[in-house]
């Protein structure tokens, strides 16, 4: 599942696994208390940095997948479908209601009527800010100080310094090393 490989989605370990962290999720959903609910959610990723809050709402399937740097912050709502690795780098800024979704489900009504599902890797790179509403689909890999303007959909791998927007979409600016928009 991990590498891109087909696998299975309703199979038993993996969908303990779900059950599992939903369960927890719910809880740690609920706790007023800031430090402790993202300690908690922490303790089910992959790896994280200092500096990790999350505002309530997040979701994601198995934690396991999920890898993310210092000064991370999230707000409301945040999904990370890992069916594969999502990496998330340092310095990075996450608007309400965004998505990060690896797994692919096949063109072929055959396959996924046998229930094969593959997976496609996300990369974040560092200081890389998200307006909210922006889906992150399988197989992207943002550079480092990307901006990615509200509601966008990203279909496609962007390198560093840019601010992209759209659906799809596109870049709408280069930026310099101190991030200005250069001129063109």
Not at 71 to 86: E, R
Not at 103 to 112: G, Q
């Amino acid at each position: 599942m991990t590498d891109g490989k087909e696998y299975q989605q309703f199979d038993d370990e993996l969908i303990n696994r779900r059950r599992t962290v939903r369960r927890e999720l719910k809880l740690l959903n609920q706790i007023d208390d800031n430090d402790e609910r993202n300690r908690r959610i922490q303790d089910l990723l992959a790896d994280s940095g200092k500096h990790f809050f999350a505002e309530t709402g997040i979701e994601f399937d198995y934690g396991f997948n999920i890898h993310i740097g210092e000064d991370f912050y999230a707000n409301y709502h945040l999904t990370l479908l890992d069916t594969c690795p999502i990496t998330i780098g340092d310095h990075c800024y996450i608007g309400p209601d965004v998505g990060f979704y690896t797994p692919v489900h096949p063109l072929s009504a055959k396959l996924r009527d046998a229930d094969v599902e593959l997976g496609k890797p996300i990369t974040v790179g560092n200081s890389v800010w998200m307006g909210g509403h922006v889906t992150i689909l399988p197989g992207v890999t943002l550079g480092d100080r990307v901006v990615v303007g509200a509601g966008s959909v990203v279909t496609k791998s962007f390198g560093s310094d840019v601010v992209i927007a759209g659906n799809p979409a596109r870049i709408i600016h280069q930026l310099d090393a101190n991030g200005d928009v250069i001129q063109n």
